[in-house]
């Protein structure tokens, strides 16, 4: 198969993360305007459910399924025999959860209805196939596709939700498009694949594989997704729920501008060139990538500081003050979790680590749920939310220590300490002009405007690498030229 261009397969995913970054910019201050945040909270709690049952469908697919298809794109027939085997076992795996997500929604009777909808989420983990264009660093067609769909969400939401009452079509709408995006494709598939030899169809061996890469994702889910929902059980209030979910929505924005169009294009071509046994250039990636995180990480960490007393308000309204003291909390965990995804992506799970790296994630969700049955008691959102952070620190950590030369400590002092100097001072000047302007949309133009100015001018002239080395490739295109 031609090789992909990585210039364009990360131009491609970066525009489709700004569009994620986008959609709930746009239906964000909407949606909790319109439905409250009680409605906002009953929402994530639900969803949290519903996502402990999408986690056990998809049963690891996702990154073992990337990992395979990439090392074997080059050879048609053994991709596709990996494709429809793969698959298989995710769609049986998905109809025995399916059964007891039934049993599940039959026992609670509370939020029937919208468990019933948020079904459709279980069958999109059962059809996602995006790890086989992954894999094969095929993202015009996972792009595409669902940029379209998102967009078409977006109209659905502002025709059709109009009162709080329209919670379940909420639901409804999210779930739908997201379920259309994922079916859109299967259109271009017969493209990629040719039939495979159904009668050696091997499901066992995929079956134990994916178990290794279900481990850390379900410990993952501890500090993703049993915040929502400890948050929800011990507090019984979902106006906590809500709080933590409109964070938590923000900082996953971040993630996304940060560092997730990044590894998802690396991550495969990592997979590739450890076939190739390319170390120095898998080294020379996974530094330049976390040298990209720590630069931006650290930006966003600072800025979000500065902001979120006057972004809080004016974003979602009335009713979300305490959003604002979360997303204090939660700001240093866009650079702490940038670098520990890299390493996992680019590293651990490319070269079949992901043994050791589910004992650094068990490591970190056990402090997570320990902390969280600590503090949500107590402070509510703001314990889960600190608890969070200090469970990827953990893992971050752990994650560092055992790199084995592949990343060094070292290394992120060396890409960190310029930009916590710009970081700090940035956000002293927005949080200046927070207290000084007093018109709450003018004031955060301003603050943005005026934080990205300062901190590119506090690097450029404290010769950041990152910024030297991008002037220095821009000026070598003009001297071809």
């Not at 993952?220 to 906590?240: A, C, F, H, P, R």
């Not at 240093?332 to 996992?344: A, E, R």
């Not at 100097?421 to 927070?434: T, Y």
Request: net charge positive; with cysteine.
């Amino acid at each position: 198969m031609k090789k992909q261009s990585i210039k364009k397969n990360i131009i491609l995913s970066t525009f489709y993360q700004i569009l994620k970054l986008l959609t709930p910019l746009i239906t964000a201050p909407y949606i909790a305007r319109v439905l409250g945040t009680d409605g906002v909270g009953t929402y994530s709690y639900t969803a949290s459910f519903e996502a402990y049952f999408s986690l056990f469908a998809a049963l690891g697919t996702a990154s073992y399924g990337l990992r395979e298809i990439a090392r074997a794109r080059d050879d048609v027939k053994e991709r596709s025999q990996l494709f429809f085997e793969i698959e298989l076992l995710s769609i049986c795996v998905s109809l025995v959860v399916l059964l007891g997500w039934g049993i599940f929604i039959l026992l609670w009777k509370k939020y029937q209805i919208i468990f019933v909808i948020l079904t459709m989420n279980i069958m999109n983990a059962m059809l996602d196939i995006s790890w086989f264009y992954n894999g094969l660093e095929q993202f015009v067609y996972t792009v595409t596709k669902n940029s379209v769909i998102k967009i078409l969400g977006v109209v659905l939401i502002f025709l059709f939700v109009k009162q709080k009452s329209d919670l379940n079509l909420y639901i409804f709408l999210m779930c739908f498009t997201s379920l259309l995006g994922t079916m859109s494709m299967w259109i271009s598939l017969p493209k990629f694949i040719v039939k495979p030899d159904f009668r050696h169809i091997d499901l066992g061996v995929h079956f134990r594989q994916t178990l290794i890469y279900f481990i850390p994702t379900i410990a993952t889910s501890v500090y993703t997704i049993l915040d929502k929902t400890m948050i929800g059980l011990i507090t019984q209030n979902t106006y906590e729920n809500g709080y933590y979910e409109e964070a938590t929505k923000i900082i996953n924005m971040m993630k996304a501008l940060t560092f997730t169009a990044l590894n998802s294009v690396l991550g495969a071509r990592i997979s590739y060139l450890f076939k190739e046994k390319q170390y120095d250039e898998i080294r020379g990636r996974i530094n330049l990538s976390i040298n990209y995180v720590a630069f931006m990480g650290i930006g966003i960490c600072f800025g979000l500081i500065g902001v979120a007393r006057r972004f809080v308000p004016v974003f979602f309204g009335p009713g979300f003050e305490k959003t604002t003291t979360i997303l204090y909390i939660l700001s240093p965990i866009v650079f702490i979790i940038g670098v520990s995804n890299c390493l996992g992506s680019q590293y651990y799970s490319p070269a079949g680590l992901r043994k050791e790296s589910s004992k650094y994630i068990i490591t970190g969700s056990l402090v997570n749920l320990v902390l969280n049955g600590m503090m949500i008691p107590f402070i509510g959102s703001y314990g889960a939310a600190l608890a969070s952070v200090l469970a990827e620190l953990t893992i971050t950590v752990l994650y560092v220590i055992y790199s084995k030369g592949y990343f060094e400590a070292s290394a992120l002092w060396q890409y960190s300490w310029k930009r916590f100097i710009a970081g700090v001072i940035m956000a002293a000047v927005i949080i200046m002009i927070g207290h000084t302007v007093t018109s709450g949309i003018l004031c955060l133009v301003l603050q943005v405007s005026v934080g990205v100015m300062i901190y590119f001018i506090l690097l450029t002239l404290m010769k950041d690498e990152l910024i030297g080395i991008v002037k220095e490739r821009i000026f070598s295109r003009f001297r071809k030229a």
